[in-house]
């Protein structure tokens, strides 16, 4: 399939936003192909050049795309849950311009024909970018470690056995040791799978609904047991969507200790709680289960502070047979690409951070974690943009996802921030951007013109 390449574009009436530098002003964005070829605040003054295409923000945000670290894609193997048109569709309308899938497909992520099929495909569909990363074992069975080298040479970013935790200490260990010779990076889904045999957080809500429990220590000691081994080899460690108070007191230490380690957290942490399960709602029935309340205070607290670098979708779709059961029997997941913007938006909105900070989250802090050339807004930079507007207010309905999982624990929830354009190199990929009646700018440049 052949892309056509853009011609020269040129956003104009712009709230420029731009993480990596600190900006956050009116502005315009010049773009030409694949590439921004300037920014500033004030690059035209009504005198385009005839062969400029124009689109005027009409005072929108205009940020570098959004960067989802974390994401299922389901295909090769499960595309009844969710395929990968269907992902991509739906990251597009989310604002999202690069993800990162995990390698718990079918077949696994442990060999390089698998990683290239799915970046062979993502680049067939030409619409969000995809990467993926790589298996820590073989069979993510956490026992052998795959052959994580070749893996990384075929384009893998970093390393993860996805929604299983390398729960062996000698073979995390051994994997650290590798990673921390070829500068690779380990992310683990931090969850002692002996005591997180329960569908839901311990406490007393779990026990008046009947229902076993996960215990947040099930969190907390497999995050301590790691930091220990990080130390041990030097190796770099991420933790995935942490979800208690004590795992950000431990990855703080662990950074003031000078260790190489990093985490994020998904949406579904800092703005749910276990109320969310209400009455056996299995749309909240999450891996790792939604915390207590003051867990979730803390979640906000650490992205405020910077102890958590980078805030994901963590996007688990399932289908529809798998939710609808009774709530132990339920599958663990939800879909999250397209109420990632929006719901995070809830941390400016309730004055928690600056708009700024939160894109940061999105942007430039995953793009720095993984080692890609993407999250800002300069020259010579990849187009890959989003125009959004943060008030535009809208309600959460499931059932008009473009995702195949149409299982969210936010459904009917009213959000505030909606995607209007989303660019991926250059090319307009999704659109809903009103028809803005004409400013006195946009008329002296189609004069110009």
């Given at each position: 399939m052949s892309v056509a390449t853009p011609g020269r574009i040129a956003y104009i009436n712009a709230r420029v936003l731009d993480p990596a530098s600190g900006y956050d002003g009116p502005g315009e964005v010049l773009t030409s192909g694949e590439e921004i070829v300037d920014v500033?605040?004030?690059?035209?003054?009504?005198?385009l050049p005839a062969d400029v295409e124009v689109v005027d923000c009409a005072g929108m945000c205009l940020s570098p795309g959004?960067?989802?670290?974390?994401?299922?894609?389901?295909?090769?193997?499960?595309?009844?849950?969710?395929?990968?048109?269907?992902?991509?569709?739906?990251a597009v309308a989310s604002g999202v311009t690069t993800m990162v899938s995990l390698p718990n497909t079918n077949p696994i992520m442990d060999d390089e024909p698998t990683l290239e099929f799915v970046a062979r495909r993502a680049r067939l569909l030409a619409l969000t970018k995809v990467y993926c990363y790589g298996a820590v074992t073989k069979g993510l069975q956490g026992k052998e470690l795959a052959e994580m080298g070749l893996?990384?040479?075929?384009?893998?970013?970093?390393?993860?056995?996805?929604?299983?935790?390398?729960?062996?200490?000698?073979?995390?260990?051994?994997?650290?040791?590798?990673?921390?010779t070829f500068g690779l990076m380990i992310i683990q889904h931090p969850e002692e799978p002996t005591l997180a045999t329960g569908v839901m957080n311990s406490g007393e809500i779990a026990t008046r609904m009947g229902l076993s429990g996960i215990p947040r220590e099930a969190e907390i000691i497999m995050l301590e047991r790691d930091i220990r081994l990080v130390a041990m080899t030097g190796g770099r460690y991420h933790a995935a969507h942490i979800s208690t108070a004590d795992s950000v007191e431990i990855i703080a230490k662990a950074k003031a200790d000078g260790l190489k380690v990093t985490c994020d957290t998904a949406p579904f942490y800092f703005a749910l709680n276990e109320l969310a399960v209400g009455d056996y709602r299995t749309f909240a029935k999450l891996s790792p289960p939604l915390r207590a309340e003051e867990d979730r205070r803390a979640i906000v607290e650490g992205l405020k502070s910077g102890v958590i670098d980078a805030v994901?979708?963590?996007?688990?779709?399932?289908?529809?047979?798998?939710?609808?059961?009774?709530?132990?029997?339920?599958?663990f997941g939800g879909s999250g690409l397209e109420t990632l913007l929006a719901v995070s938006l809830d941390l400016y909105h309730n004055e928690d951070m600056s708009l700024l900070d939160?894109?940061?989250?999105?942007?430039?802090?995953?793009?720095?974690?993984?080692?890609?050339?993407?999250?800002?807004?300069?020259?010579?930079?990849?187009?890959?943009?989003?125009?959004?507007?943060?008030?535009?207010?809208?309600?959460?309905?499931?059932?008009?996802?473009?995702?195949?999982?149409?299982?969210?624990?936010?459904?009917?929830?009213?959000?505030?921030g909606r995607v209007l354009r989303t660019v991926v190199d250059g090319r307009t990929v999704f659109n809903d951007m009103p028809e803005a009646a004409p400013t006195a700018e946009t008329k002296r440049a189609a004069k110009a013109r």
């Open positions: 500033g605040r004030k690059l035209f003054d009504g005198k959004l960067i989802d670290m974390r994401v299922q894609l389901r295909e090769p193997g499960e595309e009844h849950k969710e395929s990968l048109k269907t992902a991509c569709e739906a893996l990384a040479k075929a384009g893998a970013l970093a390393f993860t056995d996805a929604t299983r935790a390398i729960s062996d200490a000698q073979v995390m260990r051994r994997a650290l040791q590798y990673c921390a994901a979708s963590d996007h688990a779709p399932q289908d529809s047979d798998s939710k609808r059961l009774p709530f132990p029997q339920a599958a939160v894109l940061r989250r999105l942007t430039i802090a995953p793009a720095a974690l993984l080692g890609l050339e993407a999250g800002r807004l300069a020259k010579g930079r990849k187009a890959d943009l989003t125009v959004f507007d943060p008030d535009l207010g809208w309600k959460v309905i499931a059932d008009k996802f473009k995702s195949k999982s149409k299982n969210s624990p936010f459904d009917g929830r009213p959000v505030q």
